[in-house]
């Protein structure tokens, strides 16, 4: 397995699991509902074993109505879920995964457009540290 392809399983199982829309930067697509940016932050070594990839991801939404703070109060629920526990990353149709660790980076905050741009709507934007674990004898070289 690649790192690639486990980038790529991180993404599909933040979209499938949490129900975002998922880009991963520094390639940038505007996007103006909720989703999560994905960054690649650093890679360790975990003993002889593993290696542990590290991962910036942003939670963002904007909007101006009643139903856009529903809908941002109701994924942001599923980010504590995340925290408290894991997300599951399938790696094969055998039931093998990963984990992700999600470990918020401070509270969440208000993001608003710069004088170039309009005055609405204001970003919502929540940062985490995503933690994967890799076992050396899944990656390639």
Known sequence: MTYEEITDRLKTAIKDQLGFPVFLLPQT?????AHIDLQFQD????????????????????????????????????LHAAEEDHIP????????????????????RWVYPTEDESSMPARYVMQYRVTLSIPSRLLEE
Do not use: M
């Not at 697509?29 to 509902?33: C, G």
């Not at 139903?67 to 109701?74: F, G, P, V, Y």
């Not at 984990?99 to 969440?108: D, I």
């Open 89 to 108: 990353v399938p790696i094969d149709n055998n039931g093998s995964e990963l984990r992700s660790y999600w470990e918020s980076l401070g509270g969440p």
């Open 29 to 33: 697509a505007t996007n103006n509902t």
């Open 43 to 78: 890679c360790t070594l975990n003993g002889e074993n593993s290696v542990q990839l590290y991962f910036i991801a942003e939670y963002i939404t904007d909007g101006t109505h009643k139903q856009w703070l529903t809908k941002t109060i109701r994924l942001r629920q599923k």
